[in-house]
């Protein structure tokens, strides 16, 4: 559901400000049809039904797209989408690096996602328990 929201909202505001005729146009086009189709419509597909979530091949394959799609999604807006030119009179392009604050919040952000999975994994059942006695070698 979250990546069906997700898609809904990306396309939706891109509809809203008048920009979805022009987002499939030209190279940077093509590389957005790509990510939208690819990582984003295909893993809706590929989920929609429970039979298919259940099958674990079929989750997969629609997890890994859904993650490729949004790693995609960051390298066509920093790698390919952006000019940067430097300072005004803008004519020639400026290197750039993240500050030290981009690397905290960054880091920050890895951390935060390794200690809600961790904690996800301790309160949420992954994995059916195990009976007193079941499981132990003897």
Do not use: C
């Not at 859904?66 to 300072?87: E, Q, T």
């Not at 996602?113 to 992954?126: D, E, K, M, N, Q």
């Amino acid at each position: 559901w979250s990546l069906l929201v997700y898609l809904v909202f990306r396309l939706g505001d891109m509809a809203i400000r008048g920009q979805f005729t022009h987002a499939f146009s030209g190279r940077l086009g093509a590389l957005f049809a790509i990510e939208i189709i690819l990582g984003g419509i295909v893993p809706v597909a590929l989920l929609a039904s429970e039979s298919r979530r259940n099958n674990p091949q079929i989750l997969f394959w629609g997890e890994l797209l859904a993650a490729l799609g949004i790693i995609f999604n960051r390298m066509n807006a920093i790698l390919f989408a952006m000019n940067l030119k430097g300072p005004m009179p803008q004519s020639a392009p400026a290197t750039y690096f993240p500050t030290i604050f981009e690397w905290g919040i960054s880091v920050g952000l890895i951390a935060a996602t390794i200690f809600l999975f961790g904690l996800a994994a301790r309160l949420v059942p992954l994995l059916p328990r195990q009976e007193a006695g079941q499981g132990r070698l003897s």
